[in-house]
């Protein structure tokens, strides 16, 4: 169970015969294992990691009852290596930070720093978000923010109240320039849907000249894994429960024009030298699993295939892709507390482009958190314990 700290004294909320309550509660989830890659720069690799399979993190939320079924809400959330304690990217809440209104006929009114419709909707859905989640799992260069690489800063957020099963929002977020209004802004929307043991979900995300993202004048954090003129990311999501299984669809569409960079695992990708300028379109199919054997035993699993185009160069088109298989078991001492033991296999192919010679730049496999390979084949293994308080 969640601790809940009611504020000593809440400011005199009952004085004078106001009956308004406010809370606040401390959240989180911390998640730390031993991985094993085979190739990380062309080095096999014992490394201590932290959020390997769940983003480690912790937050606060509270409420104040205003009345009238309308509340006053807020969340501050921070990621960060639980090996030496170090924030992720930038400092402070660095996940979301947002304050707003809830109101139980019309929805939530939030502003502040906060995670895109893909995120909210389609994330769920896919291997990387799910309950369990695996963020090695997660689809190359977290094209498509499904593993939550970075939130959206300066941000307006709309969401509705659930209409029997269906739900829909929205964000923007200002790009803060005023030299450009759409320079550096983000947008995205989407629902979902929600009957008996059917979900289904699709959501659009839009970033304008995501070279300014980690900015004062960027809507999108330092944390994500590309940088470039114009990015669009849409897709559709669906998960089947029956007994103690679940299996999932999801596709998930990414066209990043005018590319500048791309990252993997922190590190500068070592196959996208010479990709300035150019345009990579993904198509990610995935479909993934899970089965109960037993309430607090289970098997998990996925399969992507990532089927690229590289576009702008003079020499040609070039048509990269990646196969990424995820095979994990998870074991839960409770409610908060489970071990697990994950794998995750990436063969990458193709070409990611052209240098300035006209020579092809060979695709390599980079699983998702771990800096590439120097091939197109790269296996990680992690066992690790993680807790939700």
């Known amino acids: 169970m969640k601790k809940t700290l009611i ?18 509660t401390l959240y989180g989830s911390l998640d730390a294992g031993i991985v094993y890659a085979n190739n990380v720069a062309g080095h096999s690799a014992w490394i201590q990691n932290s959020g390997s399979v769940s983003n480690t ?110 739900k829909f929002g929205g964000l923007y977020g200002f790009s803060n320039d005023p030299e450009g209004f759409s320079n550096g802004r983000a947008w995205s929307a989407g629902a979902s849907y929600n009957y008996g043991p059917l979900n289904v979900a699709a959501a659009y995300l839009q970033l ?38 679940l299996v999932g669809l999801v596709w998930t569409h990414s066209q990043i024009d005018g590319l500048a960079s791309l990252s993997s695992g922190g590190a500068a990708s070592g196959a996208t030298n010479g990709l300035g300028g150019l345009n990579l379109h993904t198509n990610n199919y995935e479909v993934n699993g899970a089965y109960h054997l037993t309430p607090a035993l289970a098997l998990l699993g996925s399969y992507t295939f990532t089927d ?55 695709n390599v496999a980079a699983i998702n958190t771990l800096p590439a390979s120097t091939n197109g084949n790269q296996v990680a293994a992690t066992v690790g314990l993680r807790h939700r308080f």
């Open 7 to 24: 504020a000593a004294g809440v400011l005199g909320v009952f004085a004078m015969g106001a009956h308004a309550q406010s809370s606040v």
């Open 57 to 166: 993190y912790f937050g606060l939320r509270g409420a104040e009852d205003l009345g009238g079924g309308l509340k006053a809400i807020f969340t501050l959330e921070s990621g960060f290596n639980l090996n030496n304690g170090g924030y992720h990217g930038e400092t402070g809440f660095n996940r979301k930070a947002y304050v707003g209104l809830q109101s139980n006929q019309f929805g939530t009114l939030t502003l502040g720093r906060q995670y895109d419709s893909v995120v909210d909707y389609l994330s769920p859905l896919s291997a990387a978000g799910m309950g369990f989640g695996n963020n090695l799992a997660g689809h190359p260069f977290d094209n498509d923010n499904l593993a939550q690489s970075f939130s959206i800063k300066n941000a307006v957020k709309y969401e509705s109240v659930n209409y029997a099963g269906f």
């Open 208 to 245: 304008n000249n995501s070279g300014a993202l980690g900015s004062a004048q960027g809507a999108a954090s330092s944390d994500t894994n590309i940088s470039a003129r114009l990015q669009r990311t849409y897709g559709v999501g669906a998960t089947y429960a029956f007994g103690p299984a």
């Open 308 to 362: 690229g185009r590289v576009t702008g160069s003079s020499y040609g088109r070039n048509d990269p892709k990646w196969h990424t298989v995820m095979l994990a078991t998870d074991y839960s001492f409770s409610k908060r507390t489970d071990v697990y033991l994950a794998g995750v296999y990436q063969h990458a192919s193709g070409s990611l482009g052209y240098d300035a010679t006209g020579n092809g730049i060979s």
